[in-house]
């Protein structure tokens, strides 16, 4: 009985290969070209090994071998000479010598015109291909070059934002696990220590295991992972005073205290992150926009109707520019609602003055208070009411505030430890006075999407952008075109 054989999966034609391999006629050639390659390099080197044993047999083993380099007429003779010089070849034996080393050559030749047939198709098809035309005029190059440095600013910016928050949330996270009391009947402190000691045995282990084999390393790793979290009620209560002082003076009595503690930093931080993340989207044509009637619009209208689109975006963005400021000059600054706009600004601007000078203070105070911390002494204990005094007379504030007004935050020599946090003389409260300050990112950030839109009306213009309404997504859907194409239809 014969078993009828069927035609070859996609998956499995010419050696495994997916049939998209297979389309268009350079691709045939291509594999073709390889399979002679293959068959021929075989083929010689059979040959050769016979032709080694044959001469060492005979005396002539010190000969060297031929040179790959010969061509195919001179590579048939060579084949035909060994097979007559064989000992004891019968003519059927010399027949077919004579027909292998005739197909060797008919083989190469094939692959040679292969070869070069590939070679022409190639190069056929580059001379077709469109070649991409200079993108824009010459008059747009500097905007082109400016608008692409402050992405690389903007993006190289948004990372260390990002940075900066993920560090402030994991400290928070941090402290308040590690200073979490006993009889508190929180969790928290216990899985904080499990986890630190799940970190420091498992690192442990794996440095101290790096002579050992990579199965060894991993299960000493794994060891020291269970043996840290294991010993986390141990420790469970080491550490809560010291870590609790070092949270309070972060929350109650330094320069974070200015920002609204280390939660308010992660705020304002968030904020920051989504004006960035708006800029580069508007920069690259991503941002959120409605283009079902524009892909409606003809070719020749989309580039005047999408500069008209910009414009409009720009003015809205200047629109909350001023919204945003002139709602912090009244609620944050004590300006009134029917002050000038200028009145507003200087009114903004000067109580700006005021709250970086109080940051520069506290900054000092910072310096003073940090190495009582190292040491564990409490942040609100370590400066006498004599101390604050002196540090108040000699830091300027009778310099930017009148005396009477300074005098108000000094202390009776004979009063308890001074909190190491600055007073503003003015009566303002510092607890989070620089939030005020902080939230003019909205109306910054609002500007700066603005002139986002204002630089694409011009790279419009000039040419340098398209304003096609997949062209910002045109990696995304080459990337994903070519996932599927390059996916084999066959399956595995």
């Known amino acids: 009985m014969y078993k009828e054989v069927g035609t070859p999966s996609p998956s499995t034609r010419r050696g495994g290969a997916p049939d998209w391999l297979d389309e268009g006629p350079n691709a045939r050639r291509v594999l073709a070209a390889s399979d002679v390659r293959v068959g021929v390099a075989l083929s010689s080197r ?40 064989a000992e004891g070849e019968t003519p059927s034996d010399k027949a077919t010598a004579d027909d292998a080393a005739k197909e060797e050559s008919v083989a190469e030749r094939s692959a040679s015109e292969s070869s070069e047939t590939t070679a ?10 469109p070649k991409t035309p200079s993108k824009g005029a010459a008059w747009g190059d500097p905007i082109a070059r400016f608008e692409a440095g402050w992405t690389r600013l903007e993006t190289r910016l948004i990372t260390w934002v990002l940075i900066a928050q993920l560090l402030s949330m994991v400290a928070w996270v941090l402290l308040s696990g590690l200073s979490s009391p006993l009889q508190s009947g929180n969790a928290a402190g216990l899985v904080m220590r499990a986890i630190l000691g799940a970190v420091g045995f498992g690192l442990g282990a794996y440095y101290a295991t790096r002579k050992l084999d990579n199965t060894r390393r991993s299960l000493a790793t794994i060891g020291g992972i269970l043996l840290g979290a294991a010993v986390a009620k141990l420790w469970r209560s080491s550490g809560v005073e010291y870590f609790d002082n070092i949270k309070a003076w972060l929350q109650e009595g330094s320069t974070l205290t200015l920002m609204g503690g280390l939660r308010g930093v992660a705020t304002r931080l968030t904020l920051w992150l989504a004006l960035l993340g708006g800029s580069l989207a508007t920069a690259s044509g991503k941002h959120i926009n409605i283009d079902v009637i524009f892909r409606f619009v ?7 109707i999408a500069i008209v689109n910009y414009c409009a975006a720009a003015l809205v963005c200047l629109g909350a520019v001023w919204g945003f400021f002139d709602h912090i000059a009244i609620e944050s600054y004590g300006a009134k609602a029917e002050d000038t706009a200028s009145a507003k600004i200087s009114i903004a601007g000067e109580r700006m003055g005021d709250h970086f000078f109080l940051l520069r203070k506290q900054l000092v105070l910072d310096l003073k208070t940090f190495p009582h911390i190292v040491t564990g002494d409490r942040f609100d204990r370590w400066m006498s009411a004599e101390e604050w005094n002196g540090w108040v007379k000699g830091a300027g504030f009778s310099e930017k505030y009148p005396p009477e007004l300074v005098e108000t935050i000094l202390v009776p020599p004979d009063a308890p430890p001074h909190t190491p946090l600055v007073l503003a003389p003015d009566g303002e409260s510092t607890r989070g006075i620089l ?41 995304e859907i080459g990337a994903h075109h070519s996932e599927t194409v390059a996916e084999p239809k066959g399956g595995v």
């Not at 044993?53 to 060297?64: D, L, V």
């Not at 419009?460 to 997504?473: M, N, Q, R």
């Open 46 to 85: 059979a040959m050769a090994k016979k032709r080694t044993k044959r001469h060492g047999a005979s005396g002539k083993g010190s000969e060297p071998p031929p040179s790959g380099a010969e061509n195919a007429d001179d590579l048939e003779k060579e084949n035909v000479a060994d097979g007559a010089e």
């Open 435 to 475: 939030v005020h300050d902080l939230s003019l990112v909205f109306p910054f950030g609002m500007l700066v999407i603005a002139l986002r839109f204002l630089l694409r009306v011009l790279l419009a213009l000039s040419g340098h952008i398209e304003v096609d309404p997949d062209a910002a997504h045109k990696e």
């Open 298 to 304: 003809p070719a020749r209208l989309r580039k005047p």
């Open 120 to 129: 022409e198709g190639e190069k056929k098809a580059e001379a077709e291909s």
